[in-house]
């Protein structure tokens, strides 16, 4: 569950919609593992019942509320962790999982690690779960193994899971798992290896990504890919891992759906997700959004939208350069809306957003829900997924399901998700988006929006959970277990 403690889209929104998605599974027995990236976290409650109901009520509870805490305070070093964990691993120790109850620690449970994706009909169905505790942080996991390679021998941390027929790790996992249990890495993408340019802290992630991945492939993990683009780059890392690998897409959440809006709600959910961090002079922003709900002026109804984190990987600045070649040329009115936290290297990216920002022209947003993105969706001229790698993309499926119009950057992997519901250009060329973007959203040309619109249904509709969920159980309960 640590990736669901971080961020709102990508790996995390995948995280809660795929245990959310097996809990639903009622031959399956799912437990959450509940670490942090970067703390130690205190002592959860011993295995076995007659140690828990040996152990007072008060005390129970307060070991929990500890843990609460822990997760959110940092008490110990993670560098400190990590060669400790060397020793203790020389000494022949493993991870003993501990219990965490969430009877009464179900708003916690809620708030940090599912509500940012799911909604409040969910609740009981993530918070009812059990759940376990891994002490050691995730870090200091990778951390021990890179300490001991420059010894020549690599150690990863071992996991007491003799409890569970299988573990699905989100990412390559920095551990090994009980004989009788079987590793399941979900596997994103092969970017900090193949795009290691594209990524933050380069040498690290480069590092601790390629060596847990070699040691969960010789452990004997099976892989459940994100797509045959994801799979394919996996293969050519690893190709001895083909029999025991698969393609099963990332599921879109069911509350990405067509709906009756209006565009006038556009301003007013502009206007109140707002990225507060970014500094910039917000005159421009009144000016083109009507400064009050009795402004007599037009609602902002000609925009493109790009829902995604603001980094270098994901392209911003040749769609920057292709919304201004439009807005110049043919589209005066035409603004730009961007959805998406600040990831690595924003900062050269919102400089050249700036001028734009302050005249109102374009728009930076965070923290927007769900019911305000189908709005953002449906009435936004296009999508815009332009991003030079990816290992599924939700935006432009999310943008489908809601009967909105897609541009996608030519990738494997957009063109395998998207099929024939997008328009693709290459990421490398700003002339051809400009292109792309005209032959969608100009006025004569409703008939190829609608085209798109028609067919984002259908292929979105290939992702909704109960489309995918068969396949995991499939996956888990068939193919898994007779392995």
């Known amino acids: 569950m640590r990736p669901a403690l971080d961020g709102h889209a990508g790996i995390p929104q995948a995280t809660r919609l795929l245990f959310r998605g097996l809990r639903l599974i009622e031959e399956m027995e799912v437990e959450g593992l509940i670490q942090s990236s970067g703390n130690v976290l205190t002592k959860g409650l011993p295995l076995g019942a007659n140690a828990i109901a040996a152990m007072p009520a008060h005390r129970q509870l307060n070991r929990l509320s500890r843990v609460v805490i822990s997760i959110k305070k940092e008490l110990f070093n993670a560098k400190l962790a990590g060669i400790w964990m060397a020793i203790r691993q020389l000494a022949g120790d493993s991870e003993t999982l501990a219990k965490f109850d969430s009877t009464h620690f179900r708003d916690f449970i809620w708030r940090s690690f599912f509500a940012r994706t799911l909604h409040a009909e969910d609740l009981d169905t993530v918070t ?16 021990c193994a890179l300490i001991t390679r420059k010894l020549g021998y690599t150690l990863y941390p071992r996991l007491n899971t ?15 798992v009980s004989a009788r249990t079987k590793l399941v890495v979900r596997y994103h993408d092969a970017i900090p290896v193949l795009m290691p340019h594209t990524i933050s802290d380069k040498s690290y992630h480069q590092a601790s990504h390629y060596h847990a991945l070699k040691r969960n492939v010789a452990d004997g993990a099976y892989f459940a890919c994100v797509s045959d683009a994801t799979r394919n780059d996996l293969l050519a890392l690893f190709p001895e891992v083909a029999s025991r690998s698969i393609t099963i897409h990332n599921m879109v959440s069911e509350h990405y759906h067509p709906e009756s809006s209006s565009a006038t709600r556009v301003p007013e959910i502009i206007r109140t997700r ?20 009795g402004d007599s002026r037009a609602p902002l109804q000609e ?33 730009l809306v961007i959805v998406g936290m600040l990831g690595w290297g924003h900062k050269a990216i919102v400089r050249k957003f700036q001028p734009w920002m302050e005249c109102g022209q374009l728009f930076v947003l965070e923290d927007v829900p769900s019911p305000e993105l189908r709005v953002l969706y449906k009435h936004a001229r296009a999508t815009v997924c332009p991003s030079f790698g990816e290992g599924f993309d939700f935006s432009g499926v999310e943008a489908m399901r809601c009967g909105g119009a897609v541009v996608a950057s030519r990738i494997a992997v957009h063109k395998e998700v998207y099929a024939d519901a997008a328009e693709y250009f290459s990421p490398y060329s700003t002339a051809e988006l400009v292109s792309a973007l005209d032959s969608v959203i100009g006025p004569g040309e409703t008939h190829r929006r609608n085209e798109l619109v028609e067919k984002g249904a259908a292929v979105s509709a290939q992702y909704l959970p109960e489309k995918i969920l068969p396949k995991w159980r499939e996956f888990l309960q068939t193919g898994l277990m007779a392995s």
């Open 303 to 335: 925009y493109l939208l790009v829902v995604s984190t603001i980094e270098p990987r994901k392209n911003h600045l040749t769609l920057l350069a292709a919304w201004e070649q439009l807005h110049a040329s043919k589209y005066p009115t035409l603004k």
């Open 162 to 176: 003799a409890d569970f027929d299988v573990m699905i790790a989100e990412t390559p996992y920095p551990g090994t």
């Open 128 to 143: 009812t779960a059990g759940f376990r505790i891994a002490r050691v942080p995730w870090t200091a996991m990778h951390r």
């Open 274 to 293: 707002l990225n507060d961090s970014i500094k910039f002079d917000r005159g421009g922003v009144g000016r083109s959004l009507g400064q009050s709900d």
